[in-house]
Every structure is written in structure tokens, then in C-alpha cells.
């Protein structure tokens, strides 16, 4: 049923899309899906393809009801292609284009950089996948087991949405594009993925939730810009697609704020009263508050790295040709165009950090960047919300952009080592990372979630480890 909100489950591939109607595609996506299986296989999560995972599964685009629960066998998961509903008479809405109909097919002086974009997106997914692949053995409890590989699935979808775009509108190119997502390897000497942060190892959980709540972030806020987009299957795509991406902040915010909340509880039993008490916080078994510090200023840093530079004409040219807009760029109110207008954006002068105002077409990429940092405050905030309320004097916060930059106008300006996690921070969190895999039971670092997920009670068994 093209189009529509149900999704069509009869072929091999569920999909919204009239694959049974489209030979062509069809045939290049079921070409692909074998190559997939081997990498999801190969680089999936490690040690659980054989067991059962209660997963939601999208079977429908409508927001109000597009998921179902169950348990399935990673392998077998159905990985759909799936778009948000048309808009009908939906129009440019900013760049050179403004006010033309919003295109069906790729217009040809822009196709290089739409598939750049889209290879560039499509490339992080299974990134991040690879670099989580190892986190199920040492999962503190089976509902954060489950959610690590509910993640992990929407990832492997969000790859699933990137190459069905690429075959479908990129013929030939489209599809080496898509065998070379399969290819690249995180962190691979030879052929790495694409963004530097895609290449870090994600070595723990509590990397896992920082990756979640920051980097994922980051994949909110660019698929917030590319949903804007005038060429309309990628707006659709990144509509749907950012239904599933809540959730996995949801588990980076909860994860830390649930780390966080055992920490302080467990401090006050002791009677600790200094947090920076470093040698007795760990000594409780939990995780101490200035080694999170030092873990959140490593992956802030490397997920703003993921903006790219400060000035951009990548991001100038993508704007005007109206394939990637602000953050909700549809609530804005000015002229959509920005020929005339100014942003402010942090540069380097005499040594120092100055905001200078620069063509705001050029600092695009400044601007989404705000944006996001705006975002990840109220999280911040959220997760001192228990240190305060212990009464500790405390508080987590965001570095400095400036800081551990490695692209832009700040790379090498201010890399303190002594801010950033230490040899001595991985040995402790890693002596932590024991599993838990009784059902109803959590590891000693981190607090019991307050609801379950689909309404399951504490004790339900999230994952079926041995089938
Ligand atoms: N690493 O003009 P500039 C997600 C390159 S996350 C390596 O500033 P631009 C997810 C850049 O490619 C969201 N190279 O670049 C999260 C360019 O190279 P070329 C992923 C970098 O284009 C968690 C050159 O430097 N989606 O979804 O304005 C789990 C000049 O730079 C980096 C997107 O990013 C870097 N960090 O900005 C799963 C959206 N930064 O072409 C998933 C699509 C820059 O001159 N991508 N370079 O050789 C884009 O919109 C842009 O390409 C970027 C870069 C924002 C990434």
C-alpha cells in the first residue's frame, strides 16, 4: 500500500513504500539483504543472535500506534523500509527553491551532494552498531541488556532507510554506495567509517549511555535538518525515523541519570560527604561523580566534532540548493534564504575564543551545533536533579566547546588530558562491568528503571538469553 500508514509485511522486506510494485528496487534491496544478515552476524551484537529479545518492531507509521512488542531472534528482526506519511502540496521551505513543489525525484545538479549526505548518515548507523557489538556480555541487568539491542536493530533500520534511498534514486552508484556502507569497518586502519566519533570504541556501559544521550543527539538534530529537507523521500525517511531515535536518548538520559541517582543514594548511606572522596565512593561499588564528569566532557567533545567547522560552505550550499535545513526550520520565522543575515560564532583570535558575527549561510553548521548544546542541557540538568536534592554541592556540567576538539576552529586549542577519562577511570569502571543477568535484578552502579518497558512489571525477563 504506497504511501499509506500501514506497512506492507507479505515480501521479505515490510515496507510502506509499494516495493511489491517496484521490480527494480525490490530486486537491488533483496540483493542486498543477504550481505546484510552476514554483517549484522558478523558485527551485531556479539554472543545473542540465538536469544529471544522482547523488541517493538514498527508495523505502521501512524504516530499514535506504529509498534509492536514481542520477542524475536535479532537475525530475524523484521528491518522495514519506512517513510512518514506524504504531505500533501508540501512545499520548499527555505534556499534558492523556497516555494517550488518539493521534489519526488533528485533534480541532477544536486545529486552529488544528496548522496553524500546520504552516505554520510547511512555510514553512521552500522557504525554504531560495530562499536556496541561487545556491550551485551557485560549488561547490567536484562532490561538495559534489551535495551542496548533495541538500539542496536533501529540502527541496523536507519541503514535499512539510507539504502533504500540510494538504490532507489541513485541507480548503479546507489548501489556500490550501498555495499561500501557493509564494507567500512569502525575503527578499521584501512577502511574506517566516515566521522571520527564512529570510529571510538564504546568500551562500557557507561560509554554506551554518554554515546546514547550525546551522539545520538547529534543524529536528532541532523535528521531534524534533513527532515526540512525539499527532496521529499529523504524528509520522510528522517520523519520516521526520528519516532525511533526518542528512545534511544530516552536510554542515554536514564542510563546516566539512573548511575548518577545509585551514586548519590549510595554516598548518603555511607555517610560520605564529600563526592570528590574518590577512593571511598568507589569502594561502595558505584561509580564516582567526577569520573562521569570526565566521561560526559569526552563524548560532548567528540559528538560536536560531528557538526563539522564553524564555517562551512558544505553546509551553505546544501542549505541554498534546499536539501538540508535549521533545526525545525518550518517554525522559524524570518526570510528562509539568509542572504543578509549574520550569526554569531565562536573563533579564534590572539589565542583566545571571541564571537565574531559571520554570513549566516556559512555558519549553519554553528547554528544546529547551539542548538543541540541548548538540547543536551535540559538533560544536564535533569541528571543533577538527585545530586541536589542530596544536597551535595556538586553539579555536572558541559565543557567548554573549545574543548578536545579535533575538528575546526579549535582543534589542538585546549586539550587538558586531566579532564578527560584516565587509564586509572577505565581500570575501575571496567572492574564493574560484570553481568547481571537475573530477571528483576540490577548491577551495584546503577538504580532500577521506574517504569519497565511496554508496561512489564520489574521482574520480567527482557531477554531469553539462551532461547
Ligand atoms: N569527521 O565543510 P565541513 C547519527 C569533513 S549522527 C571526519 O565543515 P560539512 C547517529 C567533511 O566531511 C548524524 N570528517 O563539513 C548517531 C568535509 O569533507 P569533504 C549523522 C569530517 O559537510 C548515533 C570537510 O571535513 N548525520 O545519525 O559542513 C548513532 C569539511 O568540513 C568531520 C550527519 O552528519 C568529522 N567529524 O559538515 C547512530 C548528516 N566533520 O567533503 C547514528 C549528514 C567534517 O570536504 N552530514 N568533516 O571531503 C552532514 O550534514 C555533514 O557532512 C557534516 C559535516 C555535518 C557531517
Excluded at 265 to 292: F, H, S
Excluded at 403 to 420: H, Q, T, V, W
Aim: proline content about 6%; hydrophobic content about 40%.
Amino acid at each position: 500500500m504506497p504511501d499509506g500508514m500501514d506497512v506492507d509485511y507479505d515480501g521479505l522486506i515490510p515496507n510502506n513504500v509499494g516495493l511489491a510494485q517496484d521490480a527494480r528496487v525490490r530486486k537491488a534491496l533483496e540483493t542486498w539483504h543477504p550481505g546484510y544478515i552476514d554483517w549484522w552476524k558478523d558485527m551485531g551484537p556479539e554472543g545473542f543472535q540465538e536469544s529471544l529479545v522482547y523488541l517493538r518492531t514498527a508495523v505502521s507509521v501512524d504516530p499514535k500506534g506504529w509498534a509492536k512488542f514481542g520477542y524475536v531472534r535479532m537475525p530475524e528482526y523484521k528491518w522495514g523500509v519506512l517513510l512518514a506519511p506524504a504531505v500533501e502540496g508540501r512545499r520548499i521551505g527555505f534556499g534558492a527553491h523556497k516555494g517550488e513543489p518539493a521534489w519526488q525525484e533528485v533534480p541532477g545538479e544536486y545529486r552529488a551532494m544528496l548522496r553524500r549526505l546520504l552516505v554520510i548518515q547511512g555510514d553512521t548507523e552500522p557504525a554504531s552498531v560495530e562499536q556496541q557489538r561487545h556491550l551485551g556480555a557485560t549488561a547490567p541487568s536484562l532490561y538495559d541488556m534489551r535495551n542496548l539491542f533495541q538500539v542496536n536493530v533501529e540502527e541496523g533500520r536507519h541503514l535499512w532507510a539510507m539504502v533504500y534511498l540510494l538504490q532507489k534514486y541513485f541507480g548503479t552508484q546507489g548501489r556500490e554506495e550501498a555495499e561500501d556502507l557493509l564494507r567500512r569497518r569502525s575503527g578499521d586502519a584501512d577502511s574506517p567509517r566516515m566521522l571520527g566519533a564512529f570510529n571510538e570504541a564504546t568500551p562500557d556501559w557507561l560509554s554506551f549511555f554518554m554515546f546514547t544521550f550525546f551522539t545520538d543527539r547529534d543524529g536528532k538534530m541532523q535528521l531534524e535538518a534533513l527532515a526540512q529537507s525539499g527532496f521529499d523521500p529523504l524528509s520522510r525517511t528522517c520523519r520516521f525515523m526520528l519516532t525511533e531515535e526518542a528512545h534511544h536518548m530516552f536510554v542515554g538520559e536514564t542510563g546516566v541519570g539512573r548511575i548518577v541517582e545509585r551514586t548519590v543514594e549510595a554516598m548518603r548511606q555511607a555517610g560520605i560527604e564529600d563526592p570528590t572522596d574518590v577512593g571511598r565512593v568507589r569502594a561502595l561499588g558505584v561509580i564516582d561523580l567526577p569520573t562521569i564528569q570526565r566521561k560526559l566532557n569526552l563524548h560532548f567533545s567528540l559528538t560536536l566534532d560531528l557538526f563539522g567547522n564553524e564555517i562551512s560552505t558544505n553546509a551553505a550550499n546544501a542549505f541554498n540548493a534546499g536539501l538540508k535545513g535549521r533545526y525545525r526550520e518550518d517554525k522559524l520565522e524570518d526570510d528562509h534564504q539568509l542572504a543578509n543575515s549574520t550569526y554569531p560564532v565562536m573563533r579564534l583570535r590572539d589565542g583566545k575564543p571571541v564571537s565574531e558575527d559571520v554570513p549566516a549561510l556559512s555558519a549553519l553548521n554553528m547554528r544546529l551545533r547551539d542548538d543541540y548544546v541548548t538540547d543536551c542541557q535540559g538533560g544536564i540538568g535533569r541528571w543533577n536533579k538527585p545530586i541536589e536534592k542530596a544536597g551535595y554541592a556538586f553539579r555536572l556540567q558541559l565543557p567548554p566547546v573549545t574543548f578536545n576538539r579535533k575538528i575546526g576552529e579549535f582543534a589542538g586549542f585546549d586539550s587538558d588530558p586531566a579532564r578527560l577519562p584516565t587509564g586509572d577511570d577505565h581500570a575501575f569502571i571496567d572492574s564493574l562491568m560484570r553481568p547481571v543477568t537475573e530477571a528483576g535484578k540490577y548491577a551495584s552502579w546503577i538504580a532500577a528503571p521506574k517504569v519497565g518497558v511496554d508496561g512489564k512489571p520489574g521482574e520480567f525477563e527482557y531477554v531469553r538469553i539462551h532461547g
